[in-house]
């Protein structure tokens, strides 16, 4: 795959139609040369309404599941709308302790 964010992001867009979507490459903030290995995914969308934090979470690893044996992290932020107006924004991601 030539550019796995946008990769990521059309694929998010296509299967749950987001509300607000943002795809972030987080690679250059971990040590070693891989430049498309560590993503942050905020998702928010009414198809989460239903669902329980750790199934939003399971239909997204589905999702990628062929794609996960390429990248080393997905860090994922999955809302619903109202939750997402509660919170207004995602966690910055920690940084990494290995990076040199």
Known sequence: MNNMEEHINIQLKIALSPE???????????????TESHFKIVVVSSKFDKMKLIDRHRFINK????????IH????????????????????????????
């Not at 607000?20 to 891989?34: F, K, T």
């Not at 999702?63 to 390429?70: D, V």
Request: proline share 6%.
């Open 20 to 34: 607000y979507l943002e795809v972030v490459n987080e690679s250059s903030q971990h040590s070693g040369p891989a």
């Open 63 to 70: 999702l990628f599941a062929e794609e996960l044996q390429h």
């Open 73 to 100: 992290a997905l860090a994922m932020h999955t809302y619903t709308i109202d939750e997402w107006q509660k919170r207004q924004g995602a966690p910055d991601s920690p940084k990494c302790s290995s990076k040199s």
